[in-house]
């Protein structure tokens, strides 16, 4: 079995902020503090996951139009997703023989699966979490076709703007940055209505709105 | 194999078609019935939460698994094919209700022309219109035929929406280039969120006749003709790719399975993939015996049965058919055989991507509220000035604006794709993006079809369907054309910015399009040139019906469920009418 290996992030760094966006608004509301979290992590090792971390905030950065990836806890919701079915390819047609040079309307018809993708991918950013800002956007343009990057910018949306169930989007900061609600029942009243202006609810994950303890496909077979 | 006792009916899938003829067989006769549906039951409640955009729409929840069973795809006859590894330009449902359940419930109806494309275009064309290589039949039945069972299908679905002609009086406000119909919707049109809202008005100006999408995301609440009630649509936005956690979605699990659980000679077994259906047959005369079917623990199972319903969508209806050696696989270089021809995808794409000042609170909406013109449909406006065939609808939908799917997409002027500059603009545009969509006829052609793949097997080790299929310079044409046509509406809502469709190339499977695949066996007048008469009886075997869109022999622009839903209610009126008295040839 492998070591156990775990993801040290301050508090400030993962839901110590609260940003509302009424349409586009930031206003931080909750002091920060100095506590430190320790994650444990399902598939990435500790240096991995800083480097996942550090790469998607170049991606979605935190900057003066709010916070980004490293608020949303964006390298916590991958490294779930890599270890459940998703990053296992569970649900992909992986049977032989395969054709490396398909053209792109074909999809991706390789052989590895995300788990593979990422490993070797990340095997190309060691130390990435060390460079500069610049230096690390510099290392990413090289990068920036490969299907590993591809993967990384679609996970990192994904760890974005996902309910917070699956890991990302912690405290809805992703949700409350673009002024979207999260699953609410009923828009009757107001789908009509509002024409022009943003209409902003506050937002509520799925299990806030449903009482019920959802089960996150990462944790399912 | 283990070999069960003799049963009247076995019906192979269970979404809506299955579901309609087992409905309407398990009221209207006493024979026993058994629908074999290969995916996990469904119910109302397990909808309760299913509110997750990411396990639903990216990571398809609800859809067939791909890593059992899948396609593959070639553009023409001298490519190797290969497998969709993973979802893409379509996406074939599983479980109790098929695609039924995660639909967006558009229900238009098609143009009376769409059933005789063929004559009425070389009517007024002349046949050197046609694209050579194009295989375009006319169907064998006729919209005035199939008015009444449309109209039984709106009332079944309690369609929402506005009539532009009904008995022949045009009707400001609906669709007044509709085909008649015998009464108004059984509800009224869906709320207009605000997207739709200056689409339509742009429309009017532009001189089109917008009307009101027609739903079955019904807009009130609504009890049908079997008794059963459901409630109005709450405009939540978790529509496509979803199920409805309150039923005011109609899918075959609200609408249909409630009234089959109260008939004890129907039963629906789960876990049941049909793999063969069994059948003596010579040349041109024989029986289906029965189906063998692997059922939920990998046991293999032999099921008689006297009257056997294939209803297992398009690609799966085809794909048994030739597993099983029924009728004669197509061969495009001699054009001879009938199974497999006339593959068809409805060319559907967002012909323009607008970028807007105001935010346009698009989380709220259903996956059918909207407002759409047929301005542009079939053969509505005059083609000998262009150089394309048919049209199609252009629509402004207030569906599907979660984050995940939507945030990120910019201006053709922001350059980058990642990093500060694209995340601003990601958030700014988030919810001033609206598309509008184009959807229109596929024509058919020689050399689009299906046939058994020689290399890629499914998860039991028999081979996969392989499409054959890519578009021809008259879907290319039209769809230029339609994009020019649909910058124009977005600027005149005020668009700040347009990225306009790219333009269709070879077909992309990564693309989603839509799940509107059709044909492989399709109606027609004769054995030689179609798989099924048009009461969707097999030529050959004559107590084997064929049900769904394999019978289209070409796509129409509308989405073809009201249609398949029409085309079945008039099958199982030819069943319990004539066919259970003198169990032949109906045509
Ligand atoms: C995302 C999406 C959106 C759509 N939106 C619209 C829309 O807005 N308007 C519209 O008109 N149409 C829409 N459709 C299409 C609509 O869902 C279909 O037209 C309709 O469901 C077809 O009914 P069917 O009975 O032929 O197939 P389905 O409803 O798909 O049912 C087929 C069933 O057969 C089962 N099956 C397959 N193979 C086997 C086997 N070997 N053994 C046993 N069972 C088997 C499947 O599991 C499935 O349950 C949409 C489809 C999708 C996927
Ligand atoms: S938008 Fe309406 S029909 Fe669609 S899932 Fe929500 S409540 Fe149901």
Redesign the interface.
Known sequence: MRRREFLTLSAASIGGVLVYSLDREVFRLSAQTNQSVRIPLRFFTQSEALFVAAAASRIFPSDETGPGAREAGVAVYIDRQLAGPWGRDRYRYTEGPFEGNAPAEFGYQGKATPQQIYRQGLKGLKGFDRLKAEEQDDTLKQIETTLFFSLLRQNTIEGMFCDPMHGGNIDMVGWQLIGFPGPRMSNYDDVDKHFGEAFRPKPASLRQVTRRKVRPGEDLE | MKTLPSVDVVIIGGGWTGLLMAKELGSRTALSVVVLERGGPRKTDDY??D?????YT????MMQ???QE?VT?RHDSSQ?A?????H?SFLPGSGVGGAGEHWSAVCPRFLPDCFEVLSRTTEKYGSKRLPEDHAIQDWGVTYDELEPHYTRADLLLGISGKAGNIRGQQIEGGNIFEGWRSAEYPTPPT????FS?IFAEAAKSLGYHPYPVPAATTSRAYTNPDGISRP???????CETFGC?IGAKSQPTNTLLPVIQKHKNVSIRTGAWVRRIVHDASENKGSARGVIYSDANGQEVFQPAELIFLASWTLNNTRLLLLSGIGKAYDPATRKGSLGRNLTHQVAFSAVTAFFE??L?R???SGA?GIMLSDLDGDLFDHSKHPFLRGGALSAR?ARSL??SE??AVPKSVKS????EW??AA??Y??RTGRIGFSGEHLAYQDNYMDLDP???DHFGDPLLRLTLDWRENERKMADYMTTKAMELAREMGAKEVNPFSGLR?????RYQSSHVQGGAIMGSSPESSVVNPYLQHWQLSNLFVLGASSFPQNASANPTPTILALTYRTADAIVDRYLKNPAALA
């Open positions: 309760g939460d509110m997750d955009e990411l396990d990216i990571r398809f929840r698994d791909v890593s899948t795809l190797r290969l497998p969709l590894r993973q893409g709320k207009i969120p605000y809202s109005g649509c709450t405009y939540c936005g978790y956690m105001k935010p609170n989380f709220m909406g509220s207030s984050p995940i945030c990120g794709t990642w990093g500060s995340k601003k958030l700014h988030y919810d290399v890629y097997k070879s077909y992309d499977a990564t």
